[in-house]
């Protein structure tokens, strides 16, 4: 009778036992997806940072205004303002950072336009006028492209940086003391910053167009007791290559 009885308990340990492991297994099995859920997880969010280095070259439409606040001869107040048409290039280098943000430094060159006045104050008396304004810019850009589900995306952007506005101012004269002609250079570099909008059409993954609205203000200096201040309107398009 007590042998029965050892081994009667003996099997319910054993059965115990078993069943207890069986237990743990399945916690184990029932807890292992959402272990590799919770790995999943930590993975797409490290994947969000993607540093794609790329390189952008693009070309300008500035139109460009440019007042002059001063005096003249007689102490008198002379303002007034020039609106040029120039043409630029722009090359930037940068990186995607996630995929909806990326930064990049750009250098961008605006010339081309002039303006031209001659004055008479008689037929033998007269001066005559030409103005060449250049402006470059080095700026730092962020981009912020907004999520779509099509291959065009817009995207907003600001920028800071310096910019170099230079003015060239070609004169010839006649009077009654003789004909006078000379070049006077007027340059300044200031802070300036920029505000954007656009689209983006994302053609491959490594070529991204580009087209857009820029507004840029290079700051305002003086100079010989007239205050000169340079601002344009943009329109930008370009194209990017990514290095994967």
Known sequence: MMNKTLVMSAALVALTSASAQAQTYKQARQA??????????????????????????????????????GTDDSGNPDNSSENFDN????????????????????????GGSDKEETIYASSSEWEKNKLEPT??????????????????????GVGVGLGKAKYALTYEEQDSSGYDSGKVNISKTKFAYSLSAGLTYEAT???????????????SFTKEDSKIKT?????????RFAFK
């Not at 090359?91 to 605006?110: L, P, S």
């Not at 993954?205 to 700051?219: H, I, V």
Request: aromatic share 14%; no cysteine.
């Open 32 to 69: 292992q997806p959402y272990q590799q859920q919770e790995q999943q997880v930590r993975v797409e969010k490290k994947s969000n940072i993607e540093i794609t280095p790329y390189f952008g070259i693009r070309g300008i439409a500035s139109f460009q205004k440019s007042k002059f606040n």
């Open 205 to 219: 993954s490594a070529l991204s167009w580009d087209l857009g609205y820029r507004y840029a203000d290079f700051g």
């Open 87 to 110: 043409a630029g290039l722009e090359v930037a280098v940068g990186t995607k950072i996630t995929d909806n943000f990326r930064a990049e430094f750009a250098y961008t060159y605006r």
């Open 135 to 156: 402006v470059q810019s080095f700026m730092i850009n962020g981009y912020v492209d907004l999520p779509t589900a099509a291959k065009v995306r817009p995207y907003l």
């Open 231 to 239: 601002r344009a309107h943009e329109v930008v398009i370009g194209a």
